[in-house]
C-alpha cells in the first residue's frame, strides 16, 4: 500500500525518536530515524577543519547531538537546542559517552526562550527545511535576538525537490 504524502513540517519527531510513526497515517515505524547515521554530519567536520566556527556555537535543532559533540570535541563551546525531549535525552548520554560538556537546551527553535544573545556562529544542519512559512520567520526573527553582530550561520537543508518524500537512510 503506497504511503501518503506529506511536507516535511508535518513530521513529529519525537515520535521518530521514539521508534513510532513520523507522520500520522503512515504504517511504518523506523528503529533508528534515517538522519541519524552514528557521527556527525560530514559538512561539519570540513567546517572545523576550514576554521569557519566562532566563538560559541549554536546549533539549532541538534537532534541526536552528534554534531555538537564533534564541535565539543574540537574546543568550541557548544548550545545545542531541540524540541524533543528523546532526542535531548540520547545526546546527553552520547556527549556524555565521549566525555564532551554542552549545554544541552529543551526550546523551540521559532523563540529561543531563554537563550541570550551571545553566539557569533549558528549550525542548522536540517531543520529549515522543516519550518513552515511563519515559522520561517519566526525562526530568523530568534536567530536576529541570541546572535551577536556579524554572526555566521551555516544552513545544510533539503531542496524544494527532496520535498514530499519520506526520510531514508542512505547505504
Given amino acids: 500500500m503506497p ?16 521508534g513510532k510513526p513520523p507522520v500520522e ?51 568550541h563551546c557548544v548550545t545545542a537546542v531541540d524540541r524533543a525531549p528523546t532526542a535531548l535525552a540520547t545526546a546527553r548520554e552520547r556527549a556524555q559517552q565521549h566525555g564532551v560538556d554542552i549545554e544541552f537546551v529543551h526550546a523551540d527553535v521559532t523563540a529561543l526562550d531563554g537563550i541570550e544573545q551571545r553566539y557569533r556562529t549558528v549550525l ?7 519550518l513552515d512559512d511563519q ?8 536567530l536576529h535576538r541570541v546572535t551577536l553582530p556579524d554572526a555566521h550561520l551555516h544552513v545544510y537543508c533539503l531542496t524544494d525537490a527532496d520535498q514530499g518524500a519520506p526520510p531514508r537512510r542512505s547505504a
Fill in 3 to 18: 504511503q501518503p504524502e506529506f511536507r516535511t513540517e508535518e513530521v513529529d519527531f519525537e515520535a521518530s525518536y521514539q
Fill in 25 to 75: 497515517g503512515m504504517e511504518f515505524a523506523l528503529e533508528v530515524p534515517p538522519w541519524d547515521i552514528g557521527e556527525a554530519q560530514p559538512e561539519i567536520a570540513r567546517l572545523i577543519e576550514s576554521g569557519e566556527l566562532q566563538d560559541e556555537v549554536l546549533d539549532v535543532g541538534c537532534g541526536l547531538g552528534d554534531n555538537a559533540i564533534l564541535l565539543a570535541q574540537h574546543g
Fill in 124 to 130: 542548522d544542519s536540517a531543520l529549515y527545511h522543516c
Fill in 135 to 142: 515559522q520561517r520567520h519566526d525562526y530568523a526573527a530568534a
